[in-house]
């Protein structure tokens, strides 16, 4: 390292002709980046190879990548690289062009791997599994999570906190015996849409202290013998002056007979009390049972207790001739949303492979139905005969609408009178492996007309499903089909401009604008490297996120590989990918949810993770617990209330979710950066 020498001369001494060197100080020189060091002119020709996330992610670094990122050239090669409509770029000036970039890559999240804001809560002591939880997806956002002792705690997630809104505890007050000797150990749970909440549990070892040495028989445990499971519902409360909350008062028991060759694999719950309960022969896993269970109105109204709630079970689903997947391995049960019908889910997949409309024990059959659709991909016939009229068509699994639109006065050719048209979105899983793309994930369109005198002018998700017309519009780059037990999780943004897919602990983000899919002419909207004109398909490249915090220090680095699956060929590099944590495996994702279009939540094996990929996050890490930086629903409204009854009182005395805040980060970002 350079270096110059400093020195300091003494006063009285400065007139003698042999000074005398009192204190030599080495003071370094800065070093300057190499990189910096090139001129305006190759600093911009790098920046114009450079991968588009990693051009996005620079703009933090310093104010001479900044400069020299706003040439034109380099604006406009990246923005022909990045979905969104290109017309009339060229004629806009470099300051707003320059905008435009910034905009859109916060949008699309380009480096969020790097630049996203990680908290991650850990469980309580007392927490039984994290695998046993319950996830609603809405408004509110809960999470319920099994303790030990027959305890459930419920949490509000929320953008900035976790909020605790209820510890409930299961009663067994009709079992004395039972609720003396026995404590309940929580198998499954699960939430309906109206957020009532089911808790599936058994009654576990004995409370009882060994004698190793009895004198009579009353010293002597109790014999362990075979009870009926235990389903118990916590209903959703309102009150006028409180709201909405849970109460273990407000809570219906209903025996589930126990099967001693099968245990209990899957629980949904419907809005009317009906529950669906999967059971499969532990080490046989292509054996399952699946019960439907009803909920008696009058005799939970008289007694809250019902011990023999009317069944109904399901015959064995249908298969295809060229199907080798089990046909009893069903595992995974969801009902709709107006409880109409029941979809069942095969081990770890995001869409399901089968449905039934038999959702009531009155019904006097349980008929299952395949999912199944057919989809052309070849947009062009590639064989040169003119009266070659042969398309390839290909199977697919159609997911449950995720957005619809809905058009009134559309004009058709097989009417002369205008009809009311409405689109759906959902993702579509091809099932056929003649289909080689590297990814078997796709996002599907349907439209379905209807007359303006019976259209109810409303989009019914549910009834998009029905459609039997899909037409494949984009493909997820990247995707991997789960190969353990628990398979690819998928969450859809509330405003469906994002996808997350978690396998392991690999998360994927997908950024889409589902306004420009219904449209169409989407040769306009994805780039040319993008754009398969004769499949007529595009494709959407993910982000990967971390999956939680490391041992020695953190990844998400910008990768040179880009997201594979080409669609019908091999895939464009320059991908911006964020690995895992270095110095330790990633969390395993049980589940995900987005609670708002930047805030994202998924319950792992280590407890809970947020991610805020919005455009101020900086890449912060936050290591928090569900047990001590968690407050109460109560704490929060006792304390506004004291601070409005007492006049004086200091607002700091209200309580802060966390009670270590960190110092807020300064306001600059990509997409506003600082001065």
């Known amino acids: 390292m350079k270096g110059e020498q400093v020195v300091t001369i003494s006063e009285a001494d400065a007139s003698d002709e042999d000074t005398e060197m009192e204190d030599v100080e080495t003071v370094p020189e800065p070093v300057r980046s190499l990189l910096l060091s090139l001129p305006a002119e190759v600093l911009q020709l790098v920046l114009f190879h ?17 400069n020299a990122a706003q040439a034109k050239h380099v604006v ?40 996203a804001d990680i908290t991650r809560y850990e469980p309580c002591d007392d927490c039984t599994s994290m695998k046993r939880y319950a996830l609603y997806s809405g408004k509110p956002t809960l999470l319920a999570t099994a303790h030990e ?25 009709w079992d004395d015996e039972l609720q003396r000797n026995y404590h309940m150990e929580i198998l499954r749970m699960a939430f309906s849409h109206d957020r009532d909440l089911a808790v599936l549990c058994r009654p576990k070892q004995p409370k009882f202290k060994p004698n190793y040495f009895p004198d009579n ?33 407000q809570q219906e028991t209903r025996d589930i007979s126990f099967l001693s060759h099968k245990e209990p694999v899957g629980l949904a719950l419907a809005s009317k009390g009906n529950a669906c309960i999967t059971w499969r022969i532990p080490g046989q896993e292509e054996l399952t049972e699946v019960v439907l269970y009803g909920r008696n109105a009058q005799v939970m109204e008289a007694q809250e207790y019902d011990p023999h709630p009317q069944r109904l079970t399901y015959p064995d689903p249908p298969t295809r001739a060229n199907d080798t997947t089990p046909a009893r391995q069903i595992f995974t049960p969801f009902f709709s949303r107006s409880d109409r019908a029941i979809n069942f889910h095969l081990p770890g997949s995001p869409i399901h492979n089968w449905y039934t409309y038999s959702a009531s024990p009155d019904s006097t059959t349980g008929t299952i139905h395949p999912n199944t659709a057919y989809i052309t991909l070849d947009a062009l016939p590639s064989s040169p005969d003119p009266d070659f009229d042969s398309v390839p068509s290909y199977s697919f699994k159609i997911g449950i609408p995720f957005h619809g639109q809905h058009t009134a006065s559309v004009a058709v050719s097989y009417s002369a009178a205008p009809m009311c ?3 759906y979105l959902a993702l579509g899983e091809c099932t056929d492996e003649q289909l080689d793309s590297g990814s078997n994930m796709f996002i599907c369109m349907t ?7 019976l259209c109810s002018h409303a989009v019914n998700l549910d009834a998009g499903r029905r459609s039997s017309s899909w037409t494949a519009l984009a493909l997820l780059a990247g995707w991997k089909p789960g190969t353990s037990s628990l398979g690819t999780v998928v969450a859809v943004s509330p405003a469906c401009t994002r996808i997350a897919a978690a396998s392991w602990d690999r998360v994927l983000v997908w950024s889409l604008d589902p306004g420009l899919l219904h449209q169409g002419s989407l040769e306009t909207y994805f780039p040319a490297c993008d754009w398969n004109r004769r499949k007529g398909l595009g494709r959407l490249r993910p982000v990967r996120l971390q999956a939680g915090i490391g041992g020695k220090g953190w990844g998400g680095g910008i990768g040179g590989k880009g997201a594979g699956g080409g669609i ?38 280590r407890g809970l993770v947020r991610w805020d990929v919005g455009p101020e996050a900086k890449g912060a890490r936050e290591e928090l617990g569900l047990a001590y930086h968690v407050w109460s629903e109560f704490v929060f409204s006792f304390s506004f209330l004291l601070c409005i009854s007492t006049p004086g009182l200091p607002s700091s005395f209200i309580p802060s979710p966390n009670p270590n805040p960190t110092p807020p980060l300064p306001r600059s970002s990509p997409v506003f950066p600082r001065n």
């Open 447 to 453: 439209e379905i007309d209807a007359s303006p005198a």
């Open 421 to 423: 048209r409405t689109s």
């Open 149 to 173: 002792y027959g305890q459930v705690r419920i949490y509000e997630l929320t953008e900035e906190h976790v909020r605790q809104k209820a510890e409930l505890r299961i009663r067994l007050q």
């Open 217 to 249: 028989d009353e010293d002597k445990p109790p014999e362990t013998s075979k009870h009926k499971l235990k389903l118990v519902t916590f209903h959703r409360c309102h009150a006028k002056t409180k709201g909405h909350f849970y109460a273990s008062e």
């Open 50 to 66: 450079a991968d588009t996330g990693a051009l996005f992610t620079s703009l933090l670094s310093c104010k001479t990548v900044f």
């Open 568 to 605: 019908g060929g091999k895939g464009a590099s320059g991908g911006v990918e964020g690995k895992a944590a270095v110095g330790g495996r990633g969390d395993v994702v049980y589940g995900l949810t987005w609670v708002s279009e930047t805030t994202l939540y998924a319950v792992t094996d």
């Open 76 to 115: 406009l090669q990246h923005l022909n690289r990045m979905p969104g409509l290109r017309l009339g770029l060229q004629d806009l000036d470099t300051k707003l062009l320059f905008d435009t970039f910034r905009r859109r890559a916060a949008k699309g999240l380009y480096g969020a791997g790097v630049l």
